[in-house]
């Protein structure tokens, strides 16, 4: 049984840039192909969706590192964001090992057979991983237009025959050239690189920005956005994805270099930034945020739940007021930093946490003395070792609150959430519609807390606060 022929999109994915290798010197960031209707019957074998699925993210590297070399791998779309094929069970908070443990649970399950040996078992460089939980790394944006049932099937009937083998190179066959390539499959000349602000290649942001450009021009295509923010987590911020002019002009680490050797040039490749280059992802989710994905509240029921991810996956444009409620204010953003920071005030005061500074270190210390252990349907729980004794708990959406997980513990991690999040700049911070639902978790856990301690009294107590603070109660 296939999806109904409801509506269906195809959408650029947009990763912000990772502070790693190349991506340090170039921020171009990534790019990859979302399809709403169109699912992996393998990681590289397409069908059409099932109900209740919610599409694939098909996408390349310069090694997916598996036995054979493939050109590209096709993944869940919760897959990709958070590693578990149902959303209930994406996870809280980010870290290395949190990812790890979600990453051996995907090659156990999709990849026998395409990754036995021990370099893409084991290697870190092997990029099939960067497929799972992309949101732990980065944020990230899917720009959206529809696409028809007879599109979307000669699309998988020509994917599915083509040979998919890996020919990658940075210059003409990168993950940007990929993402062109795809689209312009569906839509002849809907995405194409910037031969100027890029020097002849192919940039992520470049192909987003004319595949909204495209949108624009074809407004029966109803464009939207999705915008995904980075986990809170011990992984370091991403950052907004540049082209080739750009970074030369933003870059303090080019721009010296630049000023030195090539003085003459800069004036023309800022001015061909300015005129041509510009092109703020942010802005545009702002302008055209989806509504009906990404729901987040705690307080689903399973039948509920079942109820809201029955049918193909449909994402409207939001209406005005939607959009007030999916953003969020600047004065509400404010007055939630001044709520958080009062809890935070409070949680110090009763010694419910030793110090302000605790919750930043929070995560850190939980993905260096934690164990992280995944049931199959991706939930995940951490044991961690504390001065009076293991303590366990649920770091995913769906367990946290189970009767079994320790109480302090899902509070503190909530806590340290809320406080992460109304900190960070807007491109790394979740939609207010996400965060209210947060705050309603934040508000539950602290509840929990507060019952759990109340026979004993030691809400307030010492010997409860601060269970894993290297710094005691400094």
């Known amino acids: 049984m296939v999806c109904p022929a409801g ?14 290798s190349v991506a340090r010197i170039t921020g171009s960031g990534h790019s990859a192909v979302y399809l709403s209707r169109i699912c992996p019957e393998t990681p590289v074998k397409l069908r059409m969706c099932r109900p209740g699925e919610e599409g694939t993210v098909i996408s390349n590297y310069t ?5 054979q070399p493939y050109e590209w791998n096709a993944v869940p779309l919760s897959v990709y964001l958070y590693g578990v094929e149902d959303p209930a069970n994406r996870p809280l908070f980010g870290s290395e090992k949190f990812k ?20 893409c078992r084991m290697s870190n460089g092997a990029e099939w991983r960067e497929m799972v939980t992309a949101t732990m790394e ?3 944006y899917i720009f959206i237009i529809q696409t028809t049932v007879e599109q979307d099937e000669q699309f998988i009937a020509a994917f599915n025959s083509q040979p998919n083998v890996n020919h990658f190179n940075g210059m003409t066959r ?80 080019l721009l010296v270099p630049m000023l030195v050797f090539a003085n003459h040039e800069l004036p023309f490749m800022a001015a061909s930034y300015m005129l041509t280059g510009k092109f703020d992802p942010e802005k545009k989710w702002e302008e055209h945020p989806a509504a009906g994905l990404g729901e987040t509240d705690f307080s689903f029921g399973e039948e509920e739940f079942e109820r809201r991810h029955s049918g193909p996956l449909e994402l409207e444009a939001a209406t005005t007021e939607e959009r007030e409620q999916i953003l969020g204010t600047s004065e509400e953003w404010a007055e939630y930093r001044k709520q958080v920071e009062a809890l935070i005030g409070e949680a110090v005061a009763n010694e419910t946490v030793s ?15 934690g164990k992280f252990e995944t049931e199959n349907d991706g939930r995940v729980w951490m ?26 513990l899902g509070y503190e991690i ?31 856990a602290r509840k929990r807390l507060r019952e759990a301690s109340a026979p004993a009294m030691v809400f307030a107590s010492p010997a409860r606060t601060a269970a894993i603070d290297p710094h005691g109660g400094d």
């Open 355 to 369: 110090r302000r500074g605790y919750l930043d270190e929070l995560f850190k210390q939980f993905d260096k003395k």
């Open 100 to 119: 790890h443990a979600l990453e051996e649970r995907y090659r156990q399950k999709y990849l026998a057979g395409l990754c036995e040996s021990k370099t």
């Open 7 to 20: 509506r269906a999109d195809v959408g650029v994915v947009l990763n912000e840039s990772l502070d790693t």
């Open 63 to 67: 090694t997916l590192g598996e036995d």
């Open 383 to 408: 044991e961690i070792a504390t001065p009076d004794g293991k303590r366990r708990a649920g770091v995913t959406a769906s367990n946290v609150f189970a009767p079994d997980s320790d109480a302090l």
């Open 138 to 140: 980065r944020s990230l």
């Open 174 to 253: 990168n993950c940007a050239n990929f993402t062109e390539r795809v689209v312009n499959m569906y839509y002849p000349h809907a995405t194409s690189r910037n031969y100027l602000n890029d020097f002849g290649m192919a940039s992520p942001k470049a192909i987003a920005r004319s595949f909204v450009r495209y949108a624009a021009r074809h407004p029966e295509a109803e464009f939207r956005v999705l915008h995904f923010a980075q986990l809170p987590g011990t992984y370091k911020r991403s950052t907004n994805c540049r082209e080739g002019t750009e970074q030369l002009y933003r870059s303090k680490k």
């Open 414 to 444: 909530f806590l340290a959430r809320a406080s992460r999040i109304v900190r960070s700049p807007k491109h790394s911070r979740e939609s207010m519609l996400e965060f209210k639902s947060d705050w309603s978790a934040l508000a539950g």
